[in-house]
């Protein structure tokens, strides 16, 4: 069966510092790859996802992941967080194919100092 | 952001009230999605509706009892609830993209209290 795993729980960081975000997946076929974010207060919203191509994706506000198949990992990573990245950050991986069901990590508090 | 709209954003109800959930895409997608998302665990897949037709119940209690009048309208309704069932359900929708991958678009979710 599928699954995904997040590593870090909650995670806190000082502003500038660089931040890794870990994720892995157990899933026998072809994935697409997603990170979600989820501002207090407000809806998950895409972040980035992968789903063929050059492995490394860039996305919205200066985030990036890293797609490493024999690793089964997709990493998310920003080299310089700010106090306004404070969020949950989902991890979601979907089997390709129009039944793939999305499956989500259960998350990761980034906690941003200023 | 209106893509998707959810009503009511917060609901308390007692365990023999009978409520529902209501959900609203705006982007011209053709697939919805209910999700309830509790503390600490990873959001769980509750219904999928592709064209109006449910595709997947994961396992789901009969007390919760979704509808999919069309593409763009989805309900959850509720009726003898326990407390466990309190969490933040969220809606999505999607379409597939040039890319060809499916990407889900989420509502701001019900914040559900059962007392």
């Known amino acids: 069966a599928q699954s995904v795993s997040q590593h870090n729980h909650h995670v806190i960081l000082s502003e500038a510092a660089s931040l890794e975000l870990g994720c892995n997946y157990s899933?026998?076929?072809?994935?697409?790859l997603f990170w979600y974010v989820q501002y207090p207060g407000q809806h998950l919203q895409l972040l980035l996802k992968y789903f063929s191509g050059d492995p490394l994706v860039k996305g919205i506000k200066g985030f990036e992941a890293e797609f490493i198949k024999s690793k089964f990992s997709f990493n998310l990573r920003k080299p310089s967080v700010q106090w306004s990245d404070t969020a949950e950050y989902f991890c979601a991986v979907k089997g390709s194919g129009n039944t793939g069901k999305l499956i989500f990590g259960q998350g990761t508090t980034l906690q941003v100092k200023p | 952001e209106t893509g998707v709209t959810q009503t009511p954003r917060h609901l308390v109800m007692g365990m023999t009230n009978k409520k529902s959930l209501k959900c609203e895409q705006h982007l011209g997608h053709n697939a919805m999605y209910w999700y309830k998302q509790s503390a600490k665990k990873p959001l769980e897949l509750m219904f999928v509706?592709?064209?109006?037709?449910?595709?997947e119940n994961n396992s789901v209690p009969s007390r919760f009892s979704p509808e999919c009048p069309n593409s763009s309208h989805l309900f959850l309704h509720l009726h003898t609830l326990q407390p466990e069932d309190s969490a933040l359900y969220l809606c999505?929708?999607?379409?597939?993209?040039?890319?060809?991958?499916?990407?889900?678009?989420f509502g701001p979710g019900t914040r559900l209290l059962v007392l």
């Open positions: 509706y592709n064209f109006k037709e449910q595709t």
């Open positions: 899933y026998g076929g072809t994935v697409n």
């Open positions: 999505a929708s999607s379409a597939r993209d040039s890319g060809l991958v499916e990407t889900q678009y």
